[in-house]
């Protein structure tokens, strides 16, 4: 059964870290592309970062560059999202989401295989 599962969130104070973990199973993550999104509250789904199934390509959204960076480990079928100097704004539930086609594109229309999300609140 192909499965993602994310863990990882939290509430934290603002300048805190999190580092938020995808869990695969069901299929050879190798083949896929690995992206995070995330949904606030009364807003639209957005991308945070993606890397290809090569980890050699990696996008990030302008709102978290040199704040957050992802990597993969094909071997433990996990990726991972490490965010540093959180933000209020960064308040959302985060999905981890797989594209069968391998690229690394920060747009939630192109994945096809979705997980159920973990919540990041950032307050004070």
């Known amino acids: 059964q192909f499965q993602l599962v994310e863990s990882g969130g939290g509430l934290v104070q603002p300048g805190a870290s999190l580092r938020l973990s995808c869990a695969t199973s069901?299929?050879?993550?190798?083949?896929?592309?690995i992206g995070w999104f995330r949904q606030a509250p009364g807003k639209e789904r957005e991308g945070v970062s993606c890397i290809n199934r090569s980890g050699g390509r990696i996008n990030y959204a302008d709102s978290v560059k040199g704040r957050f960076t992802v990597s993969r480990d094909n071997a433990k079928n996990t990726v991972y999202l490490q965010m540093n100097s959180l933000k209020p704004e960064d308040t959302a539930d985060y999905f981890c989401?797989?594209?069968?086609?391998?690229?690394?594109?920060?747009?939630?229309?192109?994945?096809?295989?979705w997980g159920k999300g973990t919540l990041v609140t950032v307050s004070s």
């Open positions: 989401a797989a594209n069968r086609l391998g690229v690394c594109v920060l747009d939630w229309r192109t994945m096809d295989y």
């Open positions: 069901g299929f050879t993550m190798d083949n896929y592309a």
